[in-house]
């Protein structure tokens, strides 16, 4: 799985299907591009907002600001996020091979997984890693 945003948190969470789901909202400003090559799943997010707005309400009861993935709890490949300026969550993940995790002006939570190696990078934001085993790199 191959993830690429803009100012939007993603969340990597299991669930009991076999299939991945990308839940997320989408607007005007809001581009997304999706694929699946060669057994790898890419989902690709630019924002093209370009100005500031003093007043954001949101009565739908959704985040427009945060992609979830559920992926099948028996998953056991990669897993590659690139943000910014939004958190990334995995969590609750035992099998996954590879994590690589990158953003920018906020923080990076694992938790609950277990994976052979873990690359993290975040800038000016804490990285919080609970109940994380890995085979080969932390």
Do not use: R, W
Not at 43 to 64: K, P, Q, V
Not at 72 to 97: F, G, M, R
Not at 127 to 134: D, G, K, L
Request: glycine share 2%.
């Amino acid at each position: 799985i191959k993830l690429k945003a803009e100012n939007k948190s993603i969340h990597i969470t299991p669930t009991d299907s076999d299939e991945i789901k990308i839940n997320y909202v989408s607007n005007q400003n809001q581009t997304y591009k999706f694929s699946s090559d060669g057994g790898i799943v890419s989902m690709e997010n630019y924002d093209s907002h370009d100005g500031f707005s003093l007043f954001d309400f949101n009565f739908s009861g959704h985040n427009d600001e945060t992609i979830t993935v559920e992926v099948p709890a028996q998953y056991a490949n990669d897993i590659s996020i690139d943000t910014t300026n939004s958190e990334i969550v995995v969590s609750n993940l035992k099998k996954l091979h590879d994590v690589s995790c990158t953003t920018t002006n906020s923080a990076i939570s694992l938790s609950d997984i277990c994976v052979n190696s873990v690359n993290i990078d975040t800038k000016n934001a804490a990285i919080t890693m609970n109940n994380v085993e890995a085979q080969s790199s932390l």
